[in-house]
């Protein structure tokens, strides 16, 4: 746009300036002004619809840039959330760690053996209540002798089935 300013300007001058007396050297720069007058108008309509464009492109872009921040914002807030609730945990884990070091400490150590044996295989259940005859771990039927060992053997007694540590 700039150079076709330029190149207008000094095509007036020369229309204007009287330095051309020749009437058609006069009209064929008329012609020339007129033609560069048309070219400027159409490079300030294709400025207007690029700028209008790029208007568009950095409000949408404005737009990402809040949700970005937003997004960004609410991860830190969760992350912290998040660290909070864990320390809260890893004060739990320790207290009860430290319970059961000292409940473990009064068993003896082939029952805790057991005991650590069915709580890893019966998925942290190791042990199960006698209701009537009935195992509430895997609610089969006792033999009633094993359902007397329960009720007055001061020893472990395993659910015959399932293995579970039995309390009536
Ligand atoms: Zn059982």
């Known amino acids: 746009m700039?150079?076709?300013?330029?190149?207008?300007?000094?095509?007036?001058?020369?229309?204007?300036?009287?330095?051309?007396g020749n009437p058609k050297e006069l009209v064929a720069l008329q012609q020339d002004a007129d033609m560069?007058?048309?070219?400027?108008?159409?490079?300030?309509?294709?400025?207007?619809?690029?700028?209008?464009?790029?208007?568009?492109?950095?409000?949408?872009?404005?737009?990402?840039?809040?949700?970005?921040?937003?997004?960004?914002?609410?991860?830190?807030?969760?992350?912290?959330?998040?660290?909070?609730?864990?320390?809260?945990?890893d004060a739990e884990v320790a207290e009860l760690d430290g319970r059961r070091a000292l409940v473990t400490g009064k068993v003896p150590a082939a029952d805790l053996r057991v005991y650590t044996t069915m709580f890893t295989s019966r998925q942290g259940r190791a042990v199960a209540r006698v209701e009537r005859t009935l195992c509430q771990g895997c609610r089969v039927n006792l033999p009633s002798v094993v359902v007397q060992r329960v009720r007055t053997s001061p020893n472990l007694v395993q659910c015959p089935s399932c293995g579970r540590i039995l309390y009536t």
């Open 2 to 20: 700039q150079s076709t300013r330029a190149h207008l300007a000094t095509v007036d001058g020369k229309l204007y300036d009287g330095s051309v």
């Open 36 to 89: 560069i007058r048309g070219q400027l108008g159409k490079l300030e309509e294709a400025v207007l619809i690029v700028t209008s464009r790029l208007e568009a492109q950095r409000a949408s872009m404005t737009a990402v840039v809040d949700q970005l921040t937003a997004a960004t914002a609410e991860h830190a807030a969760l992350v912290a959330e998040l660290t909070g609730q864990k320390q809260t945990l």
